[in-house]
C-alpha cells in the first residue's frame, strides 16, 4: 500500500461558487409556460426561458468537466503518494444523511430540463435549441465519475479517486505536465473563465 504523504489538496478548488442553483425552479416554470392558453404566449414565454438558460447551462457543463479534469489530475499526481483531501462534504456524512444524499437526482433535473427545453423550442418554435449542443455527454461523464467513485462518501485520500474511462491517460502524463494542469485549474477558477477547462484533455 502507498504511503499518505504530507500533501493535502482541497476537495474543491473553486467550482461550486460558479454553480447555478435554478434547475427545480425552472422546471416548474416552463411547465407553467407550456399550460398558457395561447400559442403566442408559449412561444414568447419560451424564447425567453430560452435566453435565460444559455449562459447556465454553458456553466453546468464546464463545472461537471472541470470536477472531472480536477479529480483525474490530483488522482494521477499524487499517485504514487497519495495525498489529504480536505473540505470533503461528503466525507463525514452520517448513516441517514449517506443514504438520503444522491448526487445524481440534480444533474438527471439538469438533463431532463435540458431535454425538456430542446423538445419544447423545436416543437412550438420551429427551430433547434441554443442551448449548449453537448451538455448530455459532460453530464454523463460527471454522472460516471460521481457513480464510480460513490458519490464522494467517505472519500479521505487522492489514491481512492476512481477515473473514468476518458481521462484514464491521465495516468500516463508526467509529474510536471500534471503539475502544470492542476495550475492551470486553479488559474480558471481565479479568472473565473471556466470555458478554459476544455483546453485540458
Known amino acids: 500500500m502507498n504511503n499518505k504523504s504530507n500533501n493535502s489538496v482541497p476537495f474543491d478548488p473553486g467550482f461550486s ?3 447555478p ?3 427545480q425552479e425552472v422546471i416548474n416554470h416552463l411547465d407553467s409556460v407550456l399550460k ?9 414565454q419560451l424564447q425567453i426561458l430560452e435566453k435565460k438558460l444559455v449562459n447556465p447551462y454553458a456553466t453546468i457543463k464546464a463545472i461537471y468537466y472541470g470536477c472531472v479534469i480536477y479529480g483525474s489530475i490530483i488522482a494521477s499526481k499524487y499517485n504514487k503518494e497519495p495525498a489529504i483531501i480536505e473540505g470533503n462534504p461528503f466525507q463525514t456524512l452520517d448513516a441517514e444523511k449517506q443514504i438520503n ?3 445524481t437526482v440534480e444533474v438527471n433535473n439538469a438533463i431532463n430540463l435540458y431535454r425538456k427545453m430542446n423538445s419544447s423550442i423545436q416543437f412550438h418554435l420551429n427551430k433547434k435549441s441554443s442551448l449548449t449542443e453537448d451538455f448530455e455527454d459532460y453530464a454523463n ?13 467517505g472519500l479521505e485520500t487522492t489514491d481512492q479517486i ?3 474511462a476518458k481521462t484514464q491517460h491521465f495516468k500516463d502524463y508526467t509529474p510536471q505536465k500534471l503539475t502544470s494542469l492542476e495550475e492551470k485549474v486553479f488559474e480558471i ?8 477547462v476544455f483546453e485540458i484533455n
Open 17 to 19: 461558487a460558479f454553480y
Open 21 to 23: 442553483l435554478f434547475v
Open 36 to 44: 398558457l392558453k395561447t400559442r403566442n404566449q408559449v412561444k414568447f
Open 101 to 103: 444524499t444522491d448526487l
Open 141 to 153: 461523464l460527471y454522472m460516471e465519475f460521481i457513480t464510480i467513485n460513490n458519490q464522494f462518501k
Open 162 to 164: 476512481i477515473l473514468p
Open 189 to 196: 477558477i481565479q479568472t473565473k473563465n471556466l470555458e478554459g
